[in-house]
């Protein structure tokens, strides 16, 4: 099983990072962390995440706290499109869809 991740996360990440970050150093890189540990769990189990048909028929999210991470499986390849604060409005969050044979 291989894990990669779409723009979109990575961003998100970066974000999450910063915002915290300008706070508590400590606390942004604990929480960053912790959601990286969830990227393992999602390895190791990709269908422990919830079906996101709402989103997408092939989407599954997990949540971590106060975040949500968004995922899906693919010929044996998971790929994080999103993780994303619980408040967000998702129908306004950009959706793309990179090609999960292509590793990000």
Sequence with gaps: ?????????????????TYL?????RKADQTIDSITDRFLMILDNPSIG?????????????SIGEY?????????????????HNSRDLSQIV???DDPSQPS
């Design 1 to 17: 099983m291989k894990l990669s991740y779409a723009r979109g996360a990575q961003a998100d990440l970066d974000e999450i990072w």
């Design 21 to 25: 970050a300008e706070r508590n150093p």
């Design 50 to 62: 919830r079906a996101r048909t709402d989103l997408n028929v092939h989407y599954r999210s997990l």
């Design 68 to 84: 949500t991470i968004f995922y899906r499986l693919h010929n044996q390849h998971i790929q994080i499109f999103h993780v994303l």
């Design 95 to 97: 959706w793309i869809d």
